[in-house]
């Protein structure tokens, strides 16, 4: 009769965090194994010692090489991958011979431990069982005596040797982090936080629960000193104080078409980071409650001089604002008004960033296909601030062109001449069987992504949600078996 398997989770280092169900298991196995590098000292049975007595025998499965490079044909992955091969066999042949093995890990057994190579290799193969223990991220939170997450954030925990691009957009776009893995890729995770943001919030946390162990601001880390077994902390922001500072910002956020799935990680980064949300209403509601404490105002749509100017206020007052905009802010939304206004003298030292959204035509063209795929022209049918004898004429222009069309606020309330005056001139210059893409809300609740022709377009279906998308002359229809009929302009053109 075979053995048993443990994988017994000894805690981060004190042996004090070590659970019952840890010793009981240490104490009823025949084998205590362990990992090493090649200078043979071991963590995890430094950890478990007092509970290793005499007539328990010992493997110690050394490393062959931890950071170094290998002439291995497989590389550094090939030669862990026969070093893991080796080891489980090693301990297969004690569990063959009826040896309960206990194999000892830090922290616990499953969360980026070495001993979760040997159970995928072994699990299925012995009774098994696991001994969760007390993890470094919650040592590192209670030595820091910070929440890392309450109510409704969500906790990321990041592996340090990710690419720094990475890192940041992780970082950018969560409530609260713990950057495992520091060592030699604490210079990339330092310049990843500030990046993203979120330096100023950094808690550093080294050896926590072990000898040597010490927390502090990580802006104040000396990279130089920086071991492995330390973390970065992104704590729990609900309670905390805002920052103060001498100036503040005004950031221009793009949300995409609807909602929060839309938003990029360095767009919602900057939406959790802001101590004040400013926008149109509409598009401020569709902003979820990313952290307490932040001050929202909303407004009409038609006051943009108005809201930017408050905006600029608030970032003289050294207020960190994000200035909320639908689709993409430089496509007929609010970068422009916000700029405008900050080329004002008084806001000459104010700064300015704009982040780039999924556009309303980017994301209608998805939806039908690819009838964007070649050259095409963006043209808003609003009259509200262009007269509409410049609309006709930029019209025929992009028609005569033989332009795919992007329609933008083809009609409103107060306005529903356009996509039949639009229609009717576009009927000059394009064959009636030219394919037109109606999208309404894309990516909301009411999605409607319809293929017309130019012909049969029907502007009393058209509202200001609505986007027309107006085919060239190489753009093509094609009806799929399951019914859907797909768009797409070619990329040659003859």
């Not at 090649?38 to 007595?53: D, F, N, Q, T, V």
């Not at 890990?105 to 098994?128: I, N, V, W």
């Not at 209403?281 to 038609?302: E, F, I, M, W």
Request: hydrophobic share 40%; with cysteine; aromatic share 6%.
């Amino acid at each position: 009769m075979s053995g048993k398997l443990y994988g017994v989770g000894l805690g981060p280092g004190d042996p004090d965090l070590m659970t019952v169900a840890a010793v009981r298991a240490i104490a009823s196995a025949d084998v205590i194994a362990y990992h090493s590098a090649r200078h043979g000292r071991s963590i995890a049975r430094s950890i478990a010692a007092e509970h290793i007595r005499e007539d328990h025998i010992e493997e110690r499965l050394m490393y062959p090489l931890t950071v170094e490079t290998t002439d291995h044909p497989g590389g550094y992955r090939g030669a862990l991958d026969d070093f893991y091969e080796e080891a489980s066999e090693r301990l297969a042949a004690h569990l063959d011979a009826g040896r309960t093995v206990a194999v000892l890990a830090e922290g616990d057994p499953l969360f980026y431990g070495s001993y979760q190579h040997m159970h995928k290799r072994l699990a299925h193969r012995y009774d098994t069982e696991v001994i969760p223990g007390v993890t470094s991220v919650s040592a590192a939170a209670a030595r820091l005596g910070e929440p890392l997450c309450e109510a409704e954030e969500v906790l990321t925990i990041i592996p340090g040797t990710l690419p720094e691009d990475e890192l940041t957009a992780r970082l950018a776009g969560t409530d609260s982090a713990v950057v495992m893995k520091l060592g030699r890729t604490f210079p990339t995770v330092r310049r990843a936080l500030e990046r993203a943001g979120r330096l100023e919030d950094a808690r550093y946390v080294e050896r926590a629960f072990m000898a040597g162990e010490r927390t502090e601001t990580l802006a104040e880390v000396d990279p130089a000193g920086v071991p492995y077994f330390s973390v970065a902390v992104l704590p729990s922001r609900i309670d905390a104080l805002p920052p103060v500072r001498e100036a503040g910002e005004v950031v221009v956020v793009g949300t995409g078409p609807a909602g929060a799935p839309w938003l990029t990680p360095e767009s919602r980064g900057a939406l959790l980071n802001a101590d004040d949300l400013v926008g149109y209403t509409t598009y401020l509601d569709r902003v979820p409650v990313l952290r307490p404490g932040q001050r929202r105002h909303g407004s009409d749509n038609k006051v943009e001089s108005e809201r930017a100017e408050f905006a600029l206020d608030l970032a003289r007052r050294g207020r960190r604002v994000a200035v909320v905009s639908g689709g993409d802010p430089g496509v007929f939304a609010m970068a422009t008004a916000v700029l405008e206004v900050a080329s004002e003298p008084r806001y000459a030292d104010v700064p300015v960033r704009v982040l780039p959204g999924v556009t309303a035509a980017n994301a209608a063209a998805a939806a039908a296909g690819a009838p964007l795929g070649h050259d095409y022209a963006t043209i808003s049918l609003s009259d509200r601030l262009k007269p509409w004898e410049v609309i006709a004429e930029r019209l025929r222009a992009a028609a005569g062109a033989d332009l795919v069309l992007a329609l933008y606020n083809p009609g409103s309330r107060s306005r529903t001449h356009q996509v039949a005056a639009a229609r009717d001139l576009l009927l000059e210059l394009r064959s009636p069987e030219t394919p037109v893409v109606v999208a309404r809300d894309v990516g909301g609740p009411e999605q409607s992504v319809r293929v017309v022709t130019l012909k049969t377009l029907e502007p009393a279906e058209v509202d200001m949600r609505t986007l027309l998308l107006i085919g060239s002359s190489q753009t093509r229809a094609v009806e799929r078996a399951d019914g859907r009929t797909i768009t797409w302009t070619p990329r040659r053109y003859g």
